[in-house]
């Protein structure tokens, strides 16, 4: 099918495809000139400012400080907890020579920073009044990807990562679902994806946690997404790094600790949540433009509308709108409203000189069928509430969506059915080589054992024996 200029592939033709066209057109980012690397345009790196503003606000409410530490670490670091060693080894880019000459250890470029926060810790920790520290820094990452994708999967990727070391288990346990539940509310309230909150399998847990806790988000194509990770440490990294403190009885006690991270993925969420085959759907809160207003007309009629629009635009912004107006008259009306279609801003107004002359302009919302007319004196009363209409329309169409499109199933032949369009809620043994035989057959892993399902109990639904977890797991296919 041949696709004009300015569209996309339809999702239902090929979903990877309407991804792949759209992030470009929408003119959210272009291709990097090294292998799987992107550059972030303005008008998609608005979109992470805006979520990076709303994540930095509640990280800093619950009493965390910023803080920022080096891209470079020695080798020897990440060799000190084996298993994190492990699961990076192969995502990992590493400097050999520098200076015009070989480096006597070579220094990896960040994956994450547990390693090299955690040497910081053992210097910056020495009594329990030095506990908690509640750190996170915002940053790039480098994890040398095989399969790239804007957003999703890139060689290098900005996030937030906080890490913290506490007293004890009940803390650290505490603060770890802290920052899970930080995670959904950023995810309901922001981005809204009604994301699930769960524990990972011990197959799908981060390299060197004990536990590892996620939020899951149903794209539009049925597929999982992982958008935040949350992890709690136990003392395995306070033990590699020497991250202990004297008690208040004197003794000398390891430190536990956690770490949890957000990343530029969430924009990917953001697309394949909301999106359509008109290109991007943008939640209020997070849109760059939440209105853009498009002044109609040639010559002087055309110069008055634009003049109109401009002190429009000046009053929504007194209302607390974030406003763009579009006066690029050598393009068309309609090239300019298709283009604005296309990178989801939730309301367009139109204003051509009979509008002027009537007192009004012309609403269209994004996902709205038709237009309707409303007082251009009036605007700044109105808009406010009809994008919190459009922001609280948004997350119940996307819950109504992953509802219907996650099944419980109690047999192999549902399970199969169940992940090839969506989510399957079963019981599940819980161990790894099963999970890989699910895997091999399905493509579906174990996204969750969700932390709000009901208890109840049965046989894994691939191997027949009794299920680990006292609840169904959500299962699909993932990006």
């Known amino acids: 099918m041949a696709h004009d200029e300015r569209g996309v592939t339809p999702q239902s033709e090929d979903f990877s495809a309407w991804y792949n066209e759209l992030v470009i057109k929408a003119q959210l980012v272009d291709r990097g000139p090294a292998k799987g690397t992107m550059v972030i345009r303005p008008y998609g790196y608005a979109l992470w400012e805006l979520l990076q503003a709303d994540l930095d606000a509640r990280i800093k409410a619950t009493g965390h400080q910023n803080a920022y530490f080096p891209m470079l670490i020695p080798e020897s670091y990440l060799n000190r907890e084996a298993e994190h060693v492990e699961g990076f080894s192969p995502e990992l880019a590493v400097v050999t020579h520098a200076g015009g000459k070989q480096l006597e250890e070579p220094l990896v470029v960040r994956p994450t920073s547990e390693t090299v926060i955690g040497e910081m810790m053992a210097k910056w920790i020495s009594s329990h009044r030095d506990l908690p520290l509640l750190?996170?820094?915002?940053?790039?990452?480098?994890?040398?990807?095989?399969?790239?994708?804007m957003f999703l999967r890139t060689t290098e990727f900005l996030w937030q990562e906080g890490h913290t070391a506490h007293a004890d288990e009940a803390d650290a346990m505490a603060e770890t679902m802290l920052a899970l539940r930080m995670y959904r509310d950023v995810a309901y309230e922001v981005a809204a994806i009604p994301v699930v909150p769960?524990?990972?399998?011990?197959?799908?847990?981060?390299?060197?946690?004990?536990?590892t806790f996620t939020i899951e988000g149903m794209m539009r194509d049925g597929r999982a997404l992982q958008a935040?990770?949350?992890h709690y440490m136990g003392t395995n990294f306070a033990r590699a790094f020497e991250i202990t403190y004297t008690s208040a009885d004197g003794k000398a006690e390891l430190c536990h600790t956690t770490s949890w991270g957000m990343s530029t993925r969430m924009i990917g969420g953001v697309i394949m949540t909301h999106g359509d085959d008109k290109g991007l759907v943008l939640p209020p809160r997070l849109a760059p433009y939440q209105v853009v207003i498009v002044p109609i007309g040639r010559g002087e009629r055309g110069e008055a509308a634009t003049r109109a629009a401009k002190d429009l635009a000046a009053r929504l912004r007194d209302a607390g709108l974030r406003v763009h107006v579009d006066d690029r008259s050598q393009l068309s009306p309609g090239f300019r409203f298709n283009d604005w279609e296309m990178r989801g801003v939730p309301i367009r107004l139109e204003l051509g000189p009979r509008d002027l002359e009537a007192g009004t302009v012309v609403m269209a919302r994004r996902l709205g069928e038709g237009k309707e007319s409303i007082s251009l004196e009036g605007a700044p009363g109105i808009l406010p509430g009809v994008l919190e209409e459009f922001q609280a329309f948004l997350?119940?169409?996307a819950t109504e969506f992953r509802d219907s499109r996650t099944a419980t199933v109690d047999s192999w032949g549902e399970f199969v059915e169940a992940v090839a369009t969506g989510?399957?809620?079963?019981?599940h043994c819980g161990r790894p080589f099963c999970e890989d035989d699910i895997k091999a057959e399905t493509a579906a892993t174990p996204r969750c054992v969700p932390l709000e399902a009901e208890?109840?109990?049965?046989?894994?639904v691939r191997c027949g024996m009794p299920s680990e977890y006292g609840k169904r797991v959500i299962f699909g296919r993932a990006y």
Not at 198 to 203: D, N, Q, S, V, W
Request: charged letters at 35%; aromatic letters at 10%; proline letters at 4%.
């Open 135 to 149: 750190l996170n820094q915002w940053a790039n990452v480098v994890r040398w990807e095989l399969r790239p994708r």
């Open 198 to 211: 769960g524990e990972k399998t011990p197959g799908e847990r981060f390299a060197g946690a004990v536990k």
């Open 228 to 230: 935040g990770t949350s």
């Open 395 to 397: 997350l119940k169409r």
């Open 423 to 427: 989510w399957a809620r079963a019981f």
């Open 455 to 460: 208890e109840e109990s049965g046989r894994c």
